[in-house]
């Protein structure tokens, strides 16, 4: 009986092992496509920006299998201040809008959804005069692109992409 426990306790810590190395794959991989190093801070994003996305690619990845299944981004944003607040890899609309909300909601008062999407991408763009526009896109360039064509569309000069992820 002791050596079947044993047996059993030595095979789901080789399975440990084993799942580790992909795990921390996939979240270094994960936190590349946010933009943040493995050092989980990079001077192109806000501040705190890649200890929030650790946490969403921890999430990702715990997912494991399910990464064939869609997945939901949102991005928030705040007129007034320009700050923002990010999610993706979400099983869900809400859960992503959520945590994009409170992102947001850390650093300004005014936050809204400001586009949600699934397995793709999604941008903001701004420009003096608190105009802003969402975009779409299978890239996170195609995405920034529409959100530019979009400010442009409602008259704004200067607009500037002020951030862009993917659902993935």
Do not use: N
């Not at 923002?84 to 959520?98: H, I, L």
């Not at 360039?141 to 607009?159: E, L, N, V, W």
């Amino acid at each position: 009986m002791r050596a079947g426990l044993l047996g059993v306790v030595v095979a789901a810590g080789l399975l440990t092992m084993v799942a580790s190395p992909a795990r921390a794959d996939c979240i270094g991989s994960c936190m590349s496509e946010k933009g943040c190093g493995l050092q989980y801070e990079s001077s192109r994003v806000q501040p705190g920006y890649c200890s929030i996305a650790k946490s969403d690619c921890e999430v990702r990845c715990r997912r494991g299998g399910e990464e064939a299944s869609s997945t939901y981004g949102a991005i928030a944003f705040s007129p007034a201040s320009g700050a923002w607040g990010d999610a993706f890899g979400y099983p869900s609309r809400g859960g992503a809008e959520q945590r994009a909300l409170g992102e947001c909601g850390r650093r300004a008062r005014d936050c809204t959804v400001a586009v949600w999407f699934r397995d793709q991408c999604g941008a903001i763009a701004s420009a003096s005069g608190g105009v802003w526009a969402s975009g779409l896109g299978k890239t996170r360039a195609a995405a920034s692109a529409d959100a530019m064509t979009d400010c442009r569309k409602r008259g704004a000069k200067g607009c500037e992409t002020r951030h862009a992820v993917c659902s993935r």
